[in-house]
């Protein structure tokens, strides 16, 4: 297909289906406002809080640092749902949206997951964290390992348990997760203590240099900019040390730029490095990797048969 076809057909899709953000930056520059832009995300994440399951009590808006987006949202399990003396392991949630936009209380976020995952005896945080074009990338994960640590230093007061962590996050936010699990030295200089494994759903991009040395929307430029010593920093695939948490990848097989051949890819290399990493292809586009998930069905089975293979604890929730 010549370039410009292929440009002009890939574009309409991605747009239609990956990142609706891109409309959403859109009007923020038609507008001059990023105010106004994100507090269309905040009217948009108020249905999430509206019904929580029985028992499911949330904490909002807990600080880990003094920015007003370095907040993090806690959902805890109903009392009396775990066995006495057992702590509760945590889902560790980072949202997407090209690396701009979204929140932590978005139902496409946390609506589904809280009422699988919670009422079973798991904790679920979701996290903010400082975005573009004010904080560039490589702050932006310097804010989700800061989030992280904080989060395991208040594990005990939630009935948490601090070494019982797994780590999802969808699009950007997986990406940002991806590069913690790519190097976890990075997030122990933030006071993060070691993690189970790692959640990706349907990341943005693992392989920054090989992404932008292709195609792509200009979101990616304002992401990663023009500097190929910058995207191989940015990389988890670049990053990538052995002995890492083991992953998950889940990708779309809707999206025309095939993420689950970087998927694919980025597990082989993981397996190489001596650690562990499994593949999950879906026929679901890029919102519903995230929103889909906890509904019952195999999507959400095979998420929970990878975290069960991380740890006992977890597995015992789970199939009770």
């Given at each position: 297909?010549p ?5 002009t ?6 747009l ?9 930056q ?14 269309r ?11 929580l399951?029985?028992?499911?009590r949330?904490?909002?808006?807990q600080?880990?640092?003094n ?7 806690v ?6 749902v775990l066995?006495p ?8 949630m980072?949202h997407g949206g090209a ?18 995952w ?13 975005m573009l ?11 989700v ?5 904080t989060a395991?230093?208040h594990?005990g ?13 969808h699009s950007?936010?997986a990406h940002l997760v991806?590069l ?8 122990v200089q ?12 349907d990341?943005?991009v693992?392989d920054?240099?090989r992404?932008m040395?292709a195609p ?10 023009t500097d ?12 990538l ?12 097989t ?9 998927a694919e890819?980025?597990a082989?290399?993981?397996h190489a490095r001596?650690s ?7 026929p679901l586009d890029?919102g519903e990797?995230?929103?889909?998930l ?7 089975q095979?998420v929970e ?11 015992r929730l789970?199939?009770?």
């Amino acid at each position: 297909m010549p370039r410009t076809l292929w440009w002009t057909a890939s574009t309409a899709l991605l747009l239609a289906g990956i990142l609706s953000s891109c409309h959403a930056q859109q009007r923020l520059r038609d507008d001059g406002s990023r105010e106004s832009l994100r507090s269309r995300w905040a009217e948009r994440a108020q249905g999430a809080t509206a019904a929580l399951p029985a028992g499911v009590r949330k904490i909002a808006n807990q600080p880990y640092g003094n920015d007003a987006r370095q907040r993090m949202d806690v959902y805890l399990p109903p009392a009396g749902v775990l066995p006495p003396g057992l702590r509760a392991p945590v889902i560790f949630m980072v949202h997407g949206g090209a690396w701009r936009t979204g929140d932590k209380a978005m139902p496409k976020v946390v609506e589904h997951k809280v009422a699988r995952w919670v009422p079973q005896g798991f904790v679920l945080v979701s996290i903010n964290y400082r975005m573009l074009p004010d904080t560039p990338v490589a702050q932006q994960a310097q804010d989700v390992a800061l989030a992280l640590a904080t989060a395991q230093q208040h594990a005990g007061e939630w009935g948490a348990d601090a070494g019982r962590f797994i780590l999802m996050g969808h699009s950007a936010g997986a990406h940002l997760v991806a590069l913690l699990n790519a190097r976890p030295d990075a997030a122990v200089q933030w006071g993060a203590w070691p993690w189970l494994g790692t959640v990706v759903l349907d990341s943005a991009v693992l392989d920054v240099p090989r992404f932008m040395a292709a195609p792509h929307l200009p979101l990616y430029d304002a992401a990663f900019g023009t500097d190929p010593a910058l995207w191989a920093q940015l990389s988890p695939y670049d990053q990538l040390v052995a002995g890492t948490p083991p992953w998950q990848f889940v990708c779309s097989t809707e999206r025309p730029d095939q993420p689950c051949l970087q998927a694919e890819s980025m597990a082989r290399k993981v397996h190489a490095r001596g650690s562990r990493a499994t593949v999950l292809p879906q026929p679901l586009d890029h919102g519903e990797i995230n929103g889909d998930l906890g509904l019952d069905g195999g999507y959400t089975q095979a998420v929970e048969d990878f975290m069960a293979s991380l740890d006992p604890v977890v597995a015992r929730l789970l199939r009770r």
